[in-house]
C-alpha cells in the first residue's frame, strides 16, 4: 500500500513568518512530488513540483526533496492569510504519468 | 492560462439514477485523470485515460463506473446507479506529453449530492 502521510494540523504561523509543512511517502521507488494548495471547497491548485534531491525555489514557496529520507517540505516565507488553506502533499510512485498518491493535507492558518 | 474546465459544479440526483460529468481537459494535454475526495477525507484515484483507453484504475472505479472520450475535447465520468456513498466531489485531471511526470492540473470539481 503506496502511502503519504502528512500531520493533519493545524498550523498556526503569525503573518510574516516562516509556514514548514512536512510530508512523509512509503514508496522508496518514488518519482515525483507535488505539493498542492486546496481552499475550503475548492479544487487542488499545483504551487510546487520537485523531481530531484535537494531544494527548489518559486517566490515564496520552497519545495524540499530527501529521498533518502523519503521526506518532502514546503516552506512559505512571509506568509499572508491568503495562504491559509490545506496543503496536499501528492507523490507519483512510479515512472511515466501515473496517478497520484495524495496525504490528507494540512490545514495552514495564518494570523494577522 | 489553459485550464480544465468541469460541469456541471453541483448535481444532485436520486439514488439509483445514473449521473454524468463532464469535463474538457487542456487541449494539448494526453493524459487525463478522474478523482474524488469524499468531505473531510483525502483526495484519491478513480481512473486515468490515455490514448483512447482507460491505463490504470484503482478499487474504486467498479462495473458502476465508466469513462469516455465520446470526441476530440470531453473527456466523461458516468456512474450507472448510484449510492448514498458516491456523494463526493468529482475532479477531472489533465496531465501534458513529456520526460519524466507531468505536474496534474486539476478542474474546479463537480460535487455530487445523492438523495
Not at chain 2, 493524459?31 to 485515460?49: A, P
Not at chain 2, 496534474?104 to 449530492?113: I, W
Request: proline share 5%; glycine share 8%.
Amino acid at each position: 500500500q503506496k502511502e503519504v502521510e502528512q500531520n493533519s494540523g493545524p498550523l498556526s504561523v503569525p503573518e510574516g513568518a516562516i509556514a514548514s509543512l512536512n510530508c512523509t511517502y512509503s514508496d522508496r521507488g518514488s518519482q515525483s512530488f507535488f505539493w498542492y494548495r486546496q481552499y475550503s471547497g475548492k479544487s487542488p491548485e499545483l504551487i510546487m513540483s520537485i523531481y530531484s534531491n535537494g531544494d527548489k525555489e518559486d517566490g515564496r514557496f520552497t519545495a524540499q526533496l530527501n529521498k533518502a529520507s523519503q521526506y518532502v517540505s514546503l516552506l512559505i516565507r512571509d506568509s499572508q492569510p491568503s495562504d491559509s488553506a490545506t496543503y496536499l502533499c501528492a507523490v507519483n510512485p512510479d515512472a511515466g504519468n501515473t496517478p497520484l498518491v495524495f496525504g490528507k493535507g494540512t490545514r495552514l492558518s495564518v494570523i494577522a | 492560462e489553459p485550464e480544465v474546465t468541469q460541469t456541471p459544479s453541483h448535481q444532485v440526483t436520486q439514488m439509483g439514477q445514473e449521473v454524468i460529468l463532464r469535463c474538457v481537459p487542456i487541449s494539448n494535454h494526453l493524459y487525463f485523470y478522474w478523482y474524488r475526495q469524499i468531505l473531510g477525507q483525502k483526495v484519491e484515484f478513480l481512473v486515468s485515460f490515455y490514448n483512447n483507453e482507460i491505463s490504470e484504475k484503482s478499487e474504486i472505479f467498479d462495473d458502476q463506473f465508466s469513462v469516455e472520450r465520446p470526441d476530440g475535447s470531453n473527456f466523461t465520468l458516468k456512474i450507472r446507479s448510484t449510492k448514498l456513498e458516491d456523494s463526493a466531489m468529482y475532479f477531472c485531471a489533465s496531465g501534458g506529453l513529456g520526460a519524466g511526470n507531468q505536474p496534474q492540473h486539476f478542474g474546479d470539481g463537480t460535487r455530487l449530492s445523492i438523495l
